[in-house]
């Protein structure tokens, strides 16, 4: 069964609001990631947050991480027509190998 | 360029035929995968493969099948045992697996439709 879900499942923003999408999990993590998809394309990596830790940027994305709560969010600050994709995150379980989960994802629109 | 790459992208099935999906890495990645995604669904893992001449089952392994001669080349064959194989295909690879948190590197996907 799918580890992560995403919430919303779908959102509409125009450009220059900020997006935020949460995830939630179930069970002990090691590391959570956020991908993004494109339409009918493959995932690309865009940050991963370790349990130890709260919170993490890159460029404009803001990934934070509650353990006790099981859940983390992604920011996408200033977005941009470019920004519409799908993102999913994925959690790496405290298993000795490379076990990742991916959620159902969040379907972002982004309006010029 | 290094990278993941698939083949082919578009596929057509007919009824009780097999059919294999290539997946070729030159990241010199130990590990690969295979999930399915059906349409406004997640990711679901059929099989990964951690070392040449080893594979494991993921979530949804029935009526595929996988081999992992070569270390960059991890082909997947659909099987006329899956009854509903119409989906979105993406093979993917990460370094050694004994490191949890390894980034997970995408090809650009195969879709694979019955007629």
């Known amino acids: 069964s799918q580890q992560g879900e995403e919430d919303p499942q779908a959102l509409s923003i125009q450009e220059g609001e900020n997006a935020t999408m949460n995830c939630s999990y179930k069970?002990?993590?090691?590391?959570l990631q956020w991908y993004r998809q494109n339409s009918g394309r493959g995932l690309v990596h865009l940050i991963l947050?370790?349990?130890?830790?709260r919170e993490k940027h890159s460029g404009r994305l803001r990934v934070t991480l509650d353990t006790s709560k099981k859940s983390s969010s992604l920011l996408i600050t200033a977005s941009r027509a470019a920004d519409t994709a799908s993102y999913f995150c994925?959690?790496?379980?405290?298993?000795?190998?490379?076990?990742?989960?991916f959620g159902t994802g969040t379907k972002l629109q982004v309006i010029p | 360029d290094g990278g993941i790459t698939q083949s082919p992208k578009y596929l057509f099935r007919k009824e009780g035929q097999n059919v294999t999906l290539s997946c070729e890495q030159n990241l010199n990645h130990d590990a690969m995968y295979w999930y399915r995604q059906d349409p406004g669904q997640g990711l679901r893992l059929i099989y990964y493969s951690q070392i040449v001449n080893d594979f494991q089952k993921g979530d949804i392994a029935e009526g595929y099948s996988v081999s992992r001669e070569k270390k960059e080349s991890f082909p997947l064959t659909v099987t006329s045992a899956q009854k509903n194989p119409t989906a979105f295909y993406l093979c993917?690879?990460?370094?050694?697996?004994?490191?949890?948190?390894?980034?997970?590197?995408f090809g650009e996907g195969s879709w694979l439709t019955v007629v």
């Open positions: 993917a690879s990460s370094p050694r697996v004994a490191t949890s948190g390894n980034t997970i590197y």
């Open positions: 994925a959690t790496g379980d405290s298993g000795g190998y490379q076990k990742v989960t």
């Open positions: 069970t002990s993590i090691n590391n």
């Open positions: 947050i370790r349990s130890n830790e």
